[in-house]
């Protein structure tokens, strides 16, 4: 069976050269990932960097290596990179201009999954900008509806990439022989309705009412007030949940809570929320705080984090009305 290359689609989409060659260029980054994600347990670069990120957190040592390998591919057409590994801005030109990309990334997201060999992904962001700008961190803020593309790469059983230039979602995976990223799951849609629900569960008792609400009455089934069971699932891994709901439908839920009220919720904006959000609309889904559509979210800072809940668009209008009753 022929399958269509990354270019190939890329060019049957009408992409103008300079995407493709950012894009390119973030596939090669994202295949380099995938070969030091697994050659780790060889290597001994699983363990902890000894390090905290710009949110506090432990990094591992392949987040620092994977942030490294994208800053070093990723650079045609781009004025600024910005990372969830760096707390600046990487200004890599010094008077951006109409036409220079602004990307942003989440370089290895699900990282504590590393330690016990489950999916990791990388996560990306594009916008294009339509003026020059300052070099100004603050000119970064620019909201998700501005993005013209977004994906992710998924390193898991097999390595792939899930992209939208803005028409539809396609899958590809990383082909080991010939190094090729090859169409595999063309125009992915997110079916309507769902009986499947992923939430980290542990955190119920510091939910919010419609949260709490919401889970209660799916977990109650058939009997309760949803007239349905529901499945449940909880990778840990934005990108594999995410995967999942991209192939088979369902909902994502990372709300604000009690432990995490403090910074506005657990996921970032910029590098999680919006190229999830934008895949999800892309394949007919829906990706929203629960009060509003993320895509129209105004940034106020380039690691800010913001309430996510997204998949299947029937069950998000249903969770958005838990929210506003
Ligand atoms: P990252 O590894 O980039 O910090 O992101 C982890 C995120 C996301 O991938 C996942 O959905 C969520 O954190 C898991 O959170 P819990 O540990 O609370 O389950
Ligand atoms: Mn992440
Ligand atoms: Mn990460």
Known sequence: ??????????????????????????????????????????????????????????????????????????????????????????????????????????????????????????????????????????????????????????????????????????????HPGSGAFLLTAPDMRIPEETQEFAINASRYDKWEPPVRTYIDDCLRGANGPRDKTFNMRWCASMVADVHRILTRGGVFLYPRDAGNAAQGGKLRLMYEANPMGLLVEAAGGAASTGRGRILEVSPEGHHQRVPVILGSKAEVAVIEEYHSS
């Not at 392949?62 to 600046?88: C, N, P, R, Y």
């Not at 803020?141 to 899930?162: F, W």
Request: net charge negative; aromatic share 6%; proline share 2%.
């Open 1 to 174: 069976m022929h399958q269509k290359t990354l270019r190939q689609e890329l060019d049957a989409q009408g992409t103008d050269a300079d995407l493709t060659r950012l894009i390119e260029d973030i596939a090669v980054a994202c295949a380099r990932i995938a070969d030091r994600v697994r050659h780790g347990a060889f290597a001994g670069t699983l363990g902890a960097a000894g390090t905290e990120n710009v949110q506090g957190e432990t990094q591992k040592e392949l987040d620092v290596i994977s942030d490294e390998i994208f800053a070093g591919i990723v650079s045609s057409g781009v004025a600024a990179l910005v990372s969830e590994e760096v707390d600046t801005v990487n200004w890599l030109k010094d008077k951006p201009q109409a036409g220079d990309f602004i990307v942003y990334y989440d370089p290895l997201d699900g990282s504590s999954n590393l330690d016990v060999n489950l999916s990791v992904g990388t996560i990306f962001s594009i916008v294009r900008l339509d003026e020059a700008i300052a070099r100004d961190d603050a000119a970064v803020r620019i909201a998700g509806t501005r993005q013209i593309a977004a994906g992710y790469a998924i390193y898991g059983p097999s390595t792939g990439l899930v992209l939208t230039v803005g028409q539809g979602v396609q899958g590809f995976t990383h």
